[in-house]
């Protein structure tokens, strides 16, 4: 199990905002419920999963700026993969506070 | 008011664990309550302030790991920082939900 | 034409250095010569191509640590995609020379 | 010694290109020459030097887009820091190639 962490930053979009590419991200998922979990933070977007899947919701989200019409995208993903225990958003945060 | 996004990997740590590495930065962080707010993630933890102050926030909480005995860090740091408008992590989150 | 800037670092080596890793993606991207374009920097390994073929390439990358027998991996991308105009690694750096 | 990887997005362009943007901070980057080693990458900026000073570097180079009239930037950077043997950006390749 991952987790992917990703960002989609639209070059040229005239305006500082870019809530409106996020928020058809956070639509884009949904399509995945029951196969990712993924989770919106105030800087990206996490998704935990079999990474090959990931891989591929990453491509899509990608092209969601591209879909609306922009011309150049840069996306930063960091994956985070541990094969000895279960990966799991929820565990990762539970072995952090417990050592608070 | 800008917002940092940073994940400190120590590299060198014989098991693949990193908790307590990341405990570690949130006991760091606990001395700036009130100077600046943050917020542990599943991946990261987001800091949001005064960006001078942010980054001299990011190089105390790269030395956590050195201060443990390792000998290389590697960090990586996403900075959002927008002056059009306020820039907070609250608002930031709202400003997506309004709109899925 | 997209590019993408990947590190892959390896969590759990007991030793800092993690070149040994950094050799093999270089070996296993000898094999995609003539399908996509790479060059190694100090801080990462850069490659240009068709953007579903990259991030196949990054998940075969990210499996190097993995097959040499780590139990985890941090994998950090940037993908810059340009479809205006042909984004190639060569003429971006022309672009940026021609106006310092 | 420490090498940081920069890439500063201007959010709000207008236009898919950020080229000058990239050819202003190599500019900023001039006045240090001496005191850190630079190398322009296809992807990004490395730079390597002090800690400390490299992230007051950090701090300019981020502010390189706001000075020409922008109202968001996002900022990534990777630092790699490694402290029992001299870590260079030439040593780095030179360890990588030795391998493959």
Excluded at 14 to 35: H, N, R, W
Excluded at 84 to 95: A, G, I, P, Y
Aim: glycine share 4%.
């Amino acid at each position: 199990m991952a987790i992917v962490d990703i960002t989609v930053i639209p070059v040229g979009t005239a305006t500082p905002s870019v809530s409106e590419f996020v928020a058809e991200i956070q639509k884009v998922l949904q399509k995945y419920e029951g196969k990712v979990k993924f989770q919106l933070t105030p800087m990206s977007t996490l998704i935990e999963g079999d990474l090959k899947l990931l891989l591929e919701i990453v491509q899509e989200l990608h092209e969601v700026p591209f879909q609306k019409g922009l011309q150049r995208v840069c996306t930063n993903v960091r994956i985070d993969d541990r094969r000895d225990k279960e990966n799991t958003m929820e565990r990762k945060l539970q072995s952090v506070q417990s050592k608070i």
